[in-house]
């Protein structure tokens, strides 16, 4: 490409940026803020979920049909509702799940969705006659009759007849009346088994229409009129899991994410500029262009926005300067090997290349996997965090190379020192004397074994602490107003036998978290809350947020997670052993990946941490950016075996590793940087996913260098020759004085 055009795309980039950013942020015409096209979830603007399971025997077609008709009534009475952007799928085969975002009284959106509204009409023996299919219209009216209001119904063709045949009969008086108070002339309407109205029937209604009367409230009548409207449902349906998020703690929680976020974006920036001069400029170039992309892709995508989905956007932020760590560190390393500038440049970002695909791709694996398997708060992680691998890929190849190009062309930036090389020829976060991993590989044995064994202790005495999302049960967090005693909130639950767990939360101490394996309906809860108020004078509207997981939600999150778990090491030995053409390569790093995910268990185990949903993408991502770490190596070991022409393997193994310590050492402790203000600043459901996500990245740090790459040397020692011995074999037949020479000249030396 023309020196003068990548002046002209470079400058058009920096205007796209700047005009991107201030798009973005205000707005301008048709476009409007990102935080007006960004939708939220409910973590973030309050609301509610609620999954529902069908109790039925049927299977197949006849299962699927009956699904989608009860997911067809729950659309109509969630519309009904008012409410923006109400999301009913089904989930499953026999499982519905309803996301409310702004319902502000739970209870009565939960009992609205979840009720079965069987709608019945009996004659006074008990005597069936129609039911809610017949009915074609329903509406909330004046009653004319008296001061309230009614609903007004209105019958299909055959509801009409059959409910003329009903009345006639009534009026007829041969009926015997089976119920105390109804009069044998009465036409018994009842929902859901409840005898909401017997109105006595005077004379013979034909033409389809009748009203139901009741001395109705309007919002009764209107509420009644909703869900005979919607229909009967045609499964009976069981909450087995429900949510209600409270918008002000999770607007909070949004707001000290992004102040973290932009910290961590600072930090990085001031640290790659610092290590990488003019090319960390260039970095930063790149990751402000990133970080416009991604969030604009949401916002056009109509992407939903959930407190974990930010935790994947600032990981991915760590990927992306992954990415430009490697092809720096790489560039580096060829001028320090005395090539020019411009050629280092060039060499650099085509042996680079290869690793970042292969490493970004490994990890995107994993995310893939984690999307299609995970829950809801999983796949809104998993969702960003693809998007961020892809963009970074993008980024890297496209402005990160375009700005080092033109540097490397350029007579007034084409020094050394402007790639962050010294005086002395040396550059920093790259060393030069070579580190004998190998030799001490039985001490990382040792260490990885104890932390192993340790876990394993714990975890067999004291069990792992398996929280409300495994186990199954209820969590109730409600904010008292000011600090209550827990032994007072216990006492006043008393009488229900919850057995419950009670902690502080909040600032201050202000809010209470009751949780009970005990999974509590709708019902129950509200129960559970009007106690509190009556004991402490808090009100519905100090309900934080309420979770409901029955036991087989549990059940299915850990098979999940095991499947998902060896979906995706299956998934990146494929992709290994198709991209690197030994099985030594993908086995050492699958066991790496083994250890890694053992080591954060172990963890949990150890501090006796809480095991929710995030665990889950905290170990798949741990699953994703270890094996990161370990292709970087491995694709180094892949080099030096046709390029090395001396040491046995053991020393082609620590070359690798000593070459590829400062950008294994860098990634890691920018990403962590992203991370930390995250854990400090922001609130609870971001900390669940930061912390295994963290020990995570240490894990895997560590195992790629310690564990993976001696497990490499073990499997390479044991098989008759490895692939760079036989290629020494084969280069010393052909000149077999020159490794003699070598060695001669190197002991005249010393």
């Known amino acids: 490409m023309n020196h003068n055009l990548k002046k002209v795309l470079a400058v058009l980039v920096v205007i796209i940026i700047a005009v991107g950013w201030y798009l973005t942020i205000f707005g301008a015409g048709p476009l409007a803020p990102i935080k007006d096209r960004m939708k939220l979830g409910l973590d973030i603007k309050g609301g509610v979920y609620v999954v529902m399971e069908a109790k039925t025997d049927l299977e197949g077609d006849e299962l699927r049909d009956a699904m989608e008709q009860t997911q067809a009534v729950i659309e109509e009475r969630v519309n009904q509702m008012g409410l923006a952007e109400p999301v009913v799928t089904i989930e499953g085969e026999k499982r519905i799940r309803v996301e409310l975002p702004g319902a502000e009284d739970a209870q009565e959106a939960i009992n609205q969705i979840g009720t079965t ?16 299919s017949n009915v074609k219209n329903a ?41 105390e108070g109804v009069d044998n002339r009465a036409i018994m309407i009842i929902l859901d088994g409840q005898i909401i109205s017997a109105p006595v029937v005077n004379e013979p209604i034909s033409g389809g229409r009748c009203t139901i009367s009741g001395s109705f409230t309007q919002e009764e009548a209107t509420n009644l009129a909703a869900l005979i409207e919607g229909g009967a449902l045609p499964l009976e349906l069981e909450e087995i899991n429900s949510s209600v998020q409270s918008a002000k703690i999770g607007y909070n929680a949004l707001e000290m994410s992004v102040y973290a976020g932009i910290i961590g974006l600072v930090l990085v920036i001031l640290l790659m500029v610092i290590a990488y001069r003019g090319l960390g400029v260039i970095a930063s170039v ?25 935790a994947g956007f600032i990981l991915s932020v760590g990927m992306a300067v992954d990415a430009n760590v490697v092809i720096f560190s790489r560039i580096r390393e060829e001028i320090t ?61 496209a402005v990160t190379q375009l700005y080092v190009n033109l540097f490397a062309n350029s007579r007034k930036h084409a020094k050394k020192s402007f790639f962050g090389i010294k005086k002395d020829g040396k550059a920093s976060f790259q060393f030069e004397n070579e580190i004998h991993f190998m030799k001490h590989r039985k001490v990382f044995y040792i260490i990885s074994i104890a932390i192993l064994v340790i876990g394993l202790a714990f975890g067999v005495v004291r069990g792992l602490n398996y929280g409300i999302d495994f186990t199954g ?16 909130v216990k006492k006043a639950l ?33 129960e559970i809350v009007h106690t509190i108020n009556h004991e402490f004078g808090t009100t519905d509207e100090d309900v934080v947020a309420e979770e409901l997981f029955g036991p087989s939600v549990g059940k299915e999150l850990r098979n999940n997670a095991i499947l998902a778990i060896i979906i995706a090491s299956i998934c990146m030995l494929v992709y290994i052993r198709f991209r690197f053409s030994q099985w030594k390569f993908g086995g050492a790093a699958l066991l790496g990946v083994l250890h890694d995910v053992l080591i954060v268990i172990s963890f949990y185990a150890i501090f006796n941490i809480t095991v929710n949903n995030p665990f889950i993408a905290g170990i798949l991502t741990v699953v994703g ?16 075996i046709k390029y090395m022409r001396k040491g046995n393997t053991e020393e082609m193994i620590d ?4 070459q590829t310590l400062g950008r294994s050492l860098m990634t890691s402790v920018t990403t962590l940087i992203v991370m930390v203000p995250l854990l400090i600043m922001a609130g609870d459901a971001i900390r669940e996913f930061v912390l295994p996500l963290m020990v995570g990245i240490i894990a895997g740090a560590y195992s790629s260098i310690c564990v993976c790459s001696p497990l490499y040397f073990e499997f390479s020692k044991h098989s008759n020759l490895s692939k760079y011995e036989k290629q020494q074999r084969k280069h010393k037949k052909k000149n077999p004085y020159q490794g003699i020479k070598k060695e001669k000249k190197d002991k005249d030396n010393k």
């Not at 299909?156 to 009346?177: C, I, N, Q, W």
Request: hydrophobic content about 45%; aromatic content about 8%; proline content about 1%.
């Open 625 to 640: 950016y270890s094996i990161n770490d370990t292709i970087v190596i491995f694709d180094r070991i892949r080099e030096n």
């Open 139 to 179: 509406e909330a009216a004046m009653d004319n009759e008296s001061a309230g209001y009614a609903v007004d119904l209105q019958f299909d063709g055959d509801g009409a007849d059959l409910f003329h045949e009903a009345t006639a009969t009534a009026y007829s008086g041969s009926v015997t009346s089976a119920i």
């Open 117 to 132: 509204a069987q709608l019945q009409f009996a004659l006074a023996d008990g005597t069936i006659v129609l039911d809610g």
């Open 337 to 397: 090997a005395g090539k020019t500038v411009r050629v280092a440049s060039q060499q650099g970002f085509k042996r680079a290349m290869s690793t970042v695909i292969d490493s970004q791709v490994t990890t995107l694996i994993a995310a893939v996997i984690l999307y299609e398997i995970g829950t809801s708060a999983v796949k809104g992680f998993a969702w960003t965090f693809m998007i961020g691998i892809v963009v970074s890929i993008f980024t890297a190849v």
């Open 494 to 526: 008393k009488e229900y036998k919850l057995d419950p767990e009670i902690i502080y939360s909040g600032a201050d101490n202000e809010q209470i978290v009751i949780r009970t394996i005990k999974a509590l309906d709708s019902n129950e809860r509200h």
């Open 286 to 310: 790149a990751l402000l262009f990133y970080v416009l992309i991604v969030i604009n892709i949401m916002g056009f995508a109509g992407s939903v926005l959930t407190l974990p989905g930010i």
């Open 655 to 658: 070359t690798s590793i000593t």
């Open 473 to 488: 049960g209820t969590m109730i967090q409600m904010d008292m107003g000011e600090k209550v005693d827990i032994a007072d």
